[in-house]
């Protein structure tokens, strides 16, 4: 009886050879030295702007992956960044973990991030530079003290740079024109007819809530108008609801609000349908800082769009330039701000809110 013929496997497929920069010198037709330092960013890479394209072409069409392990064992780097935040329920953290991680990784970088741990915040923040996890840090902080973010900042621990924040004796800060955004929402409410008009800020002491404040009092006052002006103790919806229901009740007169932040403006909201305020048939607000979940909101939430991914940017060049050995810098992002027109302003009315308001059911 004949044996069966034995099965043969067909033969795996063979593995894709990874591109080198070899390969991406041979194609662009220049020396494979030359090619390392363009893709590297190094300052001494003495291309024309013509050669620099045709390599970076060239490694577009070849595909190539640096190989970071290698790279961060010749140049003593981890080619990684890392992003503190004090929490990720601020919609504006997200819109800058995104831009801030497309960035860094067009720059050649990974990034991690993490939020602050309540009595562990020197750790929470100098962990990742002692222990050589990252090269550098970004900070999006608005409840650290400047005592302390200046204790973090030149400590030695390693570069270090903030987003919206500018604390004195710190100097690597990239910062949007807050000032320029709250007056907008104020030109709003002159143009609405709005003359009674009130702003929730965060905690008196940050400095992103001076900014804002300053600019919103100051298209106020060339309107002649002088707005109520009040602080809460955090800058989520938690203070901006209690903020808003003491505005509801001891200033009934307002027909406007300006919310400083995209959370105290949905607090504001929340107090709002508690207290049965209609907005916008009673009170107009607008909220600095947009996101998508401001279609979402009952009524839909009309706000002031600042430039976070051009912010989040540039923070991560500069972040870079730092751990290449450049001198800190400071930037303020100008790009003018954008006023968001949605259902939660309108043209003021005659409003007779003396008593205090009712609860919903």
Do not use: C
């Not at 991406?24 to 020396?31: I, Q, S, T």
């Not at 008196?204 to 001076?210: E, F, G, N, R, Y």
């Amino acid at each position: 009886m004949a044996k069966a013929a034995r099965k043969t496997r067909p033969a795996p497929p063979p593995k894709p050879k990874r591109v080198t920069i070899r390969d991406v010198a041979a194609r662009a037709e220049v020396d494979v030295s030359l090619v390392s330092r363009v893709l590297n960013n190094h300052p001494k890479a003495s291309a024309s702007p013509t050669t620099r394209e045709r390599i970076l072409e060239a490694a577009r069409t070849l595909g190539y992956q640096p190989n970071v392990v290698a790279r961060g064992l010749r140049m003593a780097r981890t080619w990684t960044l890392g992003l503190m935040l004090p929490n990720l329920t601020n919609p504006m953290y997200a819109e800058i973990i995104r831009a801030a991680e497309l960035r860094a990784r067009e720059r050649g970088y990974g990034l991690v991030f993490g939020t602050h741990m309540d009595g562990e915040e020197d750790a929470t923040f100098t962990r990742l530079l002692q222990q050589g996890r990252v090269d550098g840090l970004l900070t999006a902080s608005g409840v650290h003290g400047d005592a302390f973010l200046r204790r973090v900042a030149n400590g030695g621990f390693g570069p270090l740079v903030m987003i919206n924040r500018r604390v004195r004796g710190v100097r690597p800060t990239v910062t949007l024109d807050d000032a320029a955004g709250a007056a907008l929402a104020m030109e709003h409410f002159v143009e609405l007819g709005h003359t009674a008009v009130a702003g929730i800020f965060g905690p008196s002491d940050i400095d992103t809530t001076t900014r804002r404040r300053v600019g919103f009092a100051a298209a106020g006052e060339r309107a002649g108008l002088k707005p109520l002006l009040l602080d809460g103790d955090a800058v989520d919806a938690e203070a901006g609801a209690a903020v808003a229901a003491r505005i509801f009740s001891e200033y009934p007169q307002t027909t406007a609000i300006f919310a400083s932040t995209f959370a105290i403006g949905m607090g504001v909201l929340r107090a709002a349908r508690r207290l049965g305020v209609a907005i916008p048939e009673h009170v107009s607000l607008v909220a600095l800082h947009d996101s998508e979940l401001a279609e979402f909101l009952t009524p839909s939430l009309t706000t002031v769009a600042l430039p976070v991914d051009e912010m989040a940017h540039q923070a991560v060049d500069v972040l870079i330039a730092l751990i290449d050995g450049a001198a800190p810098e400071s930037v303020i992002v100008r790009t003018p701000p954008q006023l968001k027109l949605r259902g939660s302003t309108a043209k003021s009315r005659d409003v007779n809110r003396l008593t205090k308001p009712r609860r919903s059911a």
